[in-house]
Nanobody, 127 residues
Framework: QVQLVESGGGSVQAGGSLRLSCGTY???????????AAWFRQAPGQEREFLAV????????YKADAVKSRFFISRDKADNVLYLQMNRLKPDDTAVYYC?????????????????WGQGTQVTVSA
């Protein structure tokens, strides 16, 4: 497992932007060349929701339709950091956001297959 730490959450008005970061104490690439790293979120009383995933090696991405035009996942291989750029935020985006990782050559969207998780960072969007 890889230890993950999210940062960058906070409060923002609707229409604003935030960039979340997810760092590791180890190196994704050192652990395995085939890591998938993803972002999920969970609002109170709701199930954890997949947002986006990236192949650490190739940079290929896959995003949920609900956020495809507003959220962008990326990674900095040199600094070993995963990002989620969130634009045109809405009050419905209010949730705890989690980064996750697992050894995989596929771009997985199911939370149960991810073996490493961060502690979560709160994002609150006000109207």
């Amino acid at each position: 497992q890889v230890q993950l730490v999210e940062s960058g959450g906070g409060s923002v008005q609707a229409g604003g932007s935030l960039r979340l970061s997810c760092g590791t104490y180890e190196t994704f690439s050192d652990m395995s060349p085939h890591y998938a790293a993803a972002w999920f979120r969970q609002a109170p009383g709701q199930e954890r929701e997949f947002l986006a995933v990236i192949s650490w090696r190739s940079g290929a991405t896959y995003k949920a339709d609900a956020v495809k035009s507003r959220f962008f996942i990326s990674r900095d291989k040199a600094d070993n950091v995963l990002y989620l750029q969130m634009n045109r935020l809405k009050p419905d985006d209010t949730a705890v956001y989690y980064c996750a990782a697992t050894k995989s050559t596929e771009l997985l969207s199911t939370s149960r297959v991810y073996t490493s998780w961060g502690q979560g960072t709160q994002v609150t969007v006000s109207a």
